[in-house]
């Protein structure tokens, strides 16, 4: 039996360091807005590793090496996203007899040089949270229901009426960020084509449920105008 990978999220990280830890690397630390064609991260073990860096730009905002928004630059391993997601990144083609990134030492660290790939998604900054459950790096579902929706909504579960009053009386600013949150998350499912049927149908509910909360505060600021 396989050994089970180890939940560096249900600690509470953030779900793009968490990603880049299952791809056993640091995350990228870049000064200006330019792409480059290469990147080197550090090993934080060799084994697991990302063929891959996506520069994932946001899809309605401009793209390219000129925005004034940089990128977020993403670990991926294009086997695993190709075999999860429908859409086509455009990964290019790996040469002959290619087996998989190989780590180097540089000075007193070991690292591993890999390709970047530009590319525009609906929303880069829940990219990292799709990917971790996508590709099967974290498996309790409970996680991501977490980080969607508030545990007294949650509760409540599977009484999606009472889950969307319950989230609508949340504060202006709070619930602001979770329908921003969960309607971008929603967006990247859409638009790169998940194959998951469990994780399509758990972001699913949670997205019905904020967007019937929206339309109950929506209502009752209306009848409050009256």
Request: neutral net charge; charged residues 15%; contains cysteine.
């Amino acid at each position: 039996m396989a050994a089970q990978r180890p939940s560096y999220f249900s600690h509470g990280e953030d779900p793009y360091d968490a990603l880049c830890r299952h791809f056993n690397v640091s995350p990228p630390h870049l000064t200006d807005n330019s792409v480059p064609t290469t990147l080197s991260l550090r090993v934080l073990r060799n084994e697991g590793l990302p063929t891959h860096v996506l520069a994932a730009y946001q899809s309605d905002s401009p793209s390219g090496p000129t925005t004034t928004t940089p990128p977020t630059f993403i670990p991926i391993d294009a086997s695993l996203y190709e075999a999860v997601f429908r859409v086509d990144l455009g990964f290019p083609s790996p040469p002959p007899g290619f087996t998989g990134p190989a780590a180097q030492v540089v000075g007193d660290a070991l690292v591993v040089t890999l390709p970047v790939l530009a590319v525009t998604v609906p929303d880069p900054f829940t990219l990292p949270l799709l990917l971790l459950f996508a590709l099967g790096f974290e498996t309790e579902p409970n996680l991501l229901a977490w980080r969607m929706l508030p545990s007294q909504v949650i509760q409540e579960f599977p009484n999606a009426a009472a889950m969307a009053l319950i989230l609508a009386r949340a504060r202006s600013d709070q619930f602001d960020r979770i329908y921003r949150f969960n309607q971008g998350l929603w967006k990247n499912i859409l638009g790169l084509g998940l194959n998951d049927t469990k994780v399509v149908e758990l972001v699913q509910t949670a997205w019905n449920v904020t967007a019937e909360s929206r339309r109950i505060r929506a209502k009752a600021a209306q009848n409050n105008r009256q």
